[in-house]
């Protein structure tokens, strides 16, 4: 359905209601990755360039509309403004209320108000609608570029009620680059890892759009024993064995590909003794927490041949050096490759942070959930949320003409 775009929207001088997704991790009140942030700042500048005086606000972990002090919003405008250093950050220390609203309306043109942890009222998560008229009453438009924020919650969903309202430049991409997962150049190849067997309508989907479906990680041993094979301590469960045997009855479950060997350990230790064995001779008494050589090197004949990749969830225990061999061999070899290369899920994201490849994917998503929600096939409630506010102010608004921007644009910027 259609969407009003950022760049029809007529901003120029106007308050913008900015909703990112700042969920970062902070230490001692100090932000230890930025990337999220800095994925933002086209958006910003655009924004900027425009005159916006922009009202920014994000959750940050789970406060459970409580205000809980080392989840307050401060230390992303400190981030904030290194990376703007030529702008004005202001923090505010609050989202809502006669205070905030003033501090708006007087402040300097073009000036960053960070607004304090909309999580912190219990009526964000209940997507309220006196909550999110508050917050939509410190501007005229909208504006969301929170990808990784997919709940029905006030700042994302009832919001677009009360204001024109569109995407940014980072969702725009994330929806541009994960459909060309769903819309794929054949050979179309997933990798599936991670730790446990709750993907089951992304497993469902592969089905329908890849050509192959490698299996990595924890999520092997469910399909393992669902076969008859014993696999030892090695993480599973019954209900993900049970839906592992309903995925191996699905038409074209011939295209799951399971690891040939894994790297056993005789204890869920880093310093713990290890050995390769194959599939079907795991050890009672050991734990598998990587993939094995053999394995290795089947997967890369596989993700050799594909024109796409969709990469979702490490190969093995890859916190560990020790059995991080998998993720970051076959991280390394896809990052070569000239397929399309989407990589979506949180721990993936991270594992491709840790060995400097971002820059070598196609698409590494910044929306652990969102990414899967979408990839699955399902509706994002924020995305579907801006379809209907389209709906509501299409005659109301008159879209400005702009040029010179492509959303295929690797610097994702229209400046």
């Known amino acids: 359905m259609r969407r009003f775009l950022l760049t029809e929207l007529p901003l120029q001088g106007k308050k913008v209601f900015l909703r990112v997704d700042f969920n970062v991790p ?81 402040g300097r043109a073009k000036t960053v108000f960070v607004l304090e942890n909309v999580r912190f009222y219990k009526e964000e998560e209940e997507n309220d609608l006196t909550f999110a008229h508050a917050l939509a009453d410190l501007a005229e438009f909208y504006v969301n570029d929170a990808f990784g924020e997919h709940g029905r919650h006030a700042s994302v969903d009832a919001i677009t009620q009360f204001l024109p309202s569109a995407a940014g430049f980072l969702v725009e991409r994330e929806i541009l680059q ?41 999520l092997a041993f469910s399909f393992l024993r669902a076969k008859g094979y014993a696999v030892g301590h090695s993480k599973t469960d019954q209900e ?107 721990e993936t994201a991270e594992a491709i942070q840790r060995y400097h490849l971002e820059d070598k994917m196609t698409h590494v998503s910044t929306g652990g959930g969102a990414a899967l929600l979408y990839l699955s096939g399902k509706k994002i409630p924020a995305i579907t949320a801006l379809e209907k506010n389209y709906l509501k102010f299409r005659k109301k608004v008159k879209p400005v003409k702009f040029s010179g921007f492509s959303l295929d644009d690797d610097h994702n910027s229209p400046l």
């Open 26 to 106: 902070i230490k001692e009140g100090t932000v230890t990755d930025d990337r999220k942030i800095r994925a933002v700042l086209p958006t910003l500048s655009y924004l900027l360039e425009k005159g916006c005086t922009i009202i920014l606000a994000t959750h940050l972990g789970r406060p459970e509309g409580k205000m809980v002090e080392n989840l307050r919003t401060a230390p992303l405008a400190n981030v904030l403004q290194e990376l703007l250093p030529k702008e004005t950050v202001t923090p505010l220390y609050d989202c809502i209320g006669k205070e905030v609203r003033e501090r708006v309306t007087t």
């Open 178 to 218: 994960l459909s060309k997962a769903l819309q794929p150049e054949r050979p179309a190849v997933w990798l599936m890892g991670g730790a446990k067997l709750d993907k089951v309508d992304l497993i469902k989907q592969a089905l329908k759009k890849a050509d192959y479906i490698l299996i990595g990680g924890a």
């Open 240 to 346: 993900s064995i049970a839906t592992a045997k309903k995925i191996l009855k699905n038409r074209g479950a011939d295209k799951i590909i399971l690891p040939l060997d894994f790297v056993a350990a005789d204890a869920f230790s880093q310093n713990a003794k290890t050995e390769i064995v194959p599939y079907g001779e795991i050890p009672a008494e050991k734990i598998c927490l990587d993939l094995g050589p053999r394995t290795i090197e089947e997967f890369k004949k596989y993700l050799r041949q594909a024109r796409t990749i969709v990469w979702n969830g490490p190969l093995g225990y890859f916190e560990w050096v020790k059995f991080a061999t998998a993720t970051r061999e076959i991280a390394r070899f896809i990052s070569a490759l000239t397929a399309t290369r989407i990589c979506g899920g949180g």
